[in-house]
């Protein structure tokens, strides 16, 4: 079965940088895109970054756009957002997203907290 499971996240200081990864298994990586979203308290889910599937084309939301790069490794099925410069309003929990064949797959998710 599909299997999405996110690390990395913590405790930074504005400013700080995080590394988050989304090791995935249960089906062939390199054939799909992958994305990142977050969901921060009391907010709706926020679509973050996307990527294709051989890692040619990128998108980000605005807010991200310059501090926040996505990137894959196809060899290890894994998905990774490297998030520079953080803001307090980077606070969310991030989770890692698969679309295939019609269904949308979630992992459960890891927590980035901004503050000083």
């Known amino acids: 079965q599909v299997q999405l499971v996110e690390s990395g996240g913590g405790l930074v200081q504005p400013g700080g940088s995080l590394r988050l990864s989304c090791a995935t298994s249960?089906?062939?990586?390199?054939?799909?895109?992958m994305s990142w979203y977050r969901q921060a308290p009391g907010k709706e889910r926020e679509l973050v970054a996307t990527?294709?599937?051989?890692?040619?084309?990128?998108n980000y939301a605005d807010s991200v756009k310059g501090r926040f790069t996505i990137s894959r490794d196809n060899a290890k099925n894994t998905v990774y957002l490297q998030m520079n410069s953080l803001k307090p309003e980077d606070t969310a929990v991030y989770v890692c997203?698969?679309?295939?064949?019609?269904?949308?797959?979630w992992g459960q998710g890891t927590q980035v907290t901004v503050s000083s």
């Open positions: 990527i294709t599937r051989a890692g040619a084309d990128t």
């Open positions: 997203n698969l679309r295939r064949l019609g269904l949308a797959y």
């Open positions: 249960g089906f062939t990586f390199s054939s799909y895109g």
